[in-house]
């Protein structure tokens, strides 16, 4: 018996001893700092300190944003450090290279740390709102709107707020068209200032629009309101309209429309605009509407013209069809209905029917009979980023399934006069390295089947060490 005895504790002492992972080693890997520094607008970093009763070997940086986004992923960035027992290390995320992400979009980040005995710890998830930490901002808040300002006095951020809240209240009544989530409205004293935050605007630029993070930075002095009814209503039409049609099958606003919706809620169309358009009618010089599909001229005189032509052809269809149809044509676009299929679906008619009505009500020919204008178009602005969640856990995990992601935070810019929207490169995350967790799970598996194997031996040969006392007796 006590042979037996000796066998099975000497069993169970090889099971021990051969385990890779023991309670006491999966704590040995301890979190001690775990932060994110911001140097707005350049950059944020993120900070990880670490150690372990064995070498930290591998530690990976996953992380996301709130933007819209098609696809279920998040992106890593596999860290180059140098492995010890004590770890101090950081990942610079440089906005210069991937474009900035406005104030009010939020970060969400995790590290998967693993040293050499094999064990593996998923911190967390973290979150974090961007904002520009070099100033001290006056914040007011009025339903969905979120609107920051630092130069100015309270009745000055007032009054931007009204005229946010009002046309917001506009394309909702009026255009059908119907905000969702938190706004956020940054204000820059000055133009300059404004560059300094997205370097890849253009130098006329006098408001961006993030519509993916639902968020704006305008450029408004504290004396120029007047400047602010146009371009605080115009923004937040970018926001709202291309959130209400985002989708994931390709399908966008044509230009024409986008910035129509955007003229029109600035409110009445400008005698500017109206008197322009009107000329270049009288003169058979305005161009169709379907050449204004995928973008403006960057030519200011052009795009001026489009900007008013666009407008008038919008605030037409809403006159004359109401709120509701309008409502129904974005609804069409963002399933997966190309323009003139959505139009024909709501209206009847395609773009060129929706100019030939607008002109004839204006009291000219249904079409032009000059030849499309050959000016140089800007790109169509896209938006994807990524959003998906992975659980903590302090014990040893699995390989996680990673879509590498690009960093592509996307903006339509809008200038006092014209503009020429600027697309950002695609910067793509760094893939993560094949793991050895598989094997490490096929190996323990294997462990407990030799344990299990050893142990129903031991219970056989008890079994038969007492039925042969049983029977000696």
Known sequence: MK???IILGLVLLFVYAASPVTT?????????????VSYFPDKLVFQLSANSNAKIQNISLLYRTNGATCQSAVAQQVIDFTPALNVDTQWEWDFTLSGVL????????????????GNTVLTEEQSYQVNDTRHTWNLLT????????????????????????????????NAGVRPSGQIWITIYPTAAELLEVDIHASEWAGGVAYPEYNSTIIAIGSGELDWAASVIPHELAHLVTQAVVFNCQGMWLPTWLSEGLAVYAEGDISSYYSDMVTSALDDNKLPPLRTLESGF???????????????????????????????????????????DKAL?????????????????????????????????????????????????????????????????PTATTEPPSSSTPITTPNIPSKSDPASSS???????????IITIILIAAAVIILIIVAKRRKTSS
């Open 102 to 117: 406005p104030p009010g979009a939020m970060v969400y980040w995790q590290w998967e740390v693993s040293d050499a005995s």
């Open 438 to 448: 598989t094997i490490k799970s096929i190996y323990t598996l294997g462990l407990a």
């Open 142 to 173: 009025s339903g969905q709107v979120n609107l920051q300002w630092y130069q100015g006095s309270s009745t000055f951020g007032q009054s931007l707020l009204s005229i946010a809240v009002k046309s917001l209240d506009r394309m909702a009544n």
């Open 344 to 408: 024909m679906t709501v209206y009847g008619k395609d773009t060129d029917g929706i100019e030939a009505d607008w002109r004839i009500s204006l009291g000219y020919a249904a079409q032009p009979t000059l030849p499309p204008v050959n000016s140089t178009h800007t790109a169509v602005p896209t938006m994807a980023l990524w959003t998906s969640a992975v659980k903590p856990s302090s014990t040893p995990t699995t390989q996680l399934t990673l879509t590498p992601a690009p960093v592509n």
């Open 297 to 339: 001229s960057s030519i200011s005189e052009e795009a001026n013209l489009s900007y008013g032509q666009s407008g008038m052809v919008v605030t037409y269809l809403i006159a004359q069809y109401g709120a509701e149809k309008m409502s129904e044509l974005l609804a069409a676009v963002q399933s997966g209905k190309k323009i």
């Open 24 to 36: 006491a080693a999966q704590q040995s890997i301890t979190i001690t700092q775990d932060h994110i």
């Open 3 to 5: 042979r037996l005895v």
